[in-house]
């Protein structure tokens, strides 16, 4: 069920000129917090994923190859 909404999100997001953004680069936006703190609850989950802007996925992104901790895709 969260592939298929990190798949949604992400075709979103294309629909807005983000073409190149995965499910799973969606996921990893979302996770990130979750390595700090653990997992939340699953309705936390769902709503962290249907509720990501396209400007807090970009600032993951840039930071993260700021810092090098970029997945190779």
Request: net charge negative; with cysteine; aromatic share 10%.
């Given at each position: 069920m969260l592939e298929d909404l990190?798949?949604?999100?992400?075709?979103?997001?294309?629909l807005i000129g983000y073409e190149q953004?995965?499910?799973a680069d969606v996921w990893e936006c979302v996770s990130?917090?979750?390595?700090?703190?653990g997992?939340?609850?699953?309705?936390?989950?769902?709503n962290d994923i249907l509720s990501l802007k396209v400007t807090q996925?970009?600032?993951?992104?840039?930071?993260?190859?700021y810092r090098g901790e970029?997945?190779?895709t």
């Amino acid at each position: 069920m969260l592939e298929d909404l990190c798949r949604s999100k992400a075709e979103e997001f294309h629909l807005i000129g983000y073409e190149q953004v995965t499910g799973a680069d969606v996921w990893e936006c979302v996770s990130d917090k979750y390595h700090k703190k653990g997992t939340p609850a699953m309705h936390q989950v769902v709503n962290d994923i249907l509720s990501l802007k396209v400007t807090q996925f970009m600032n993951y992104i840039t930071l993260n190859m700021y810092r090098g901790e970029l997945r190779n895709t």
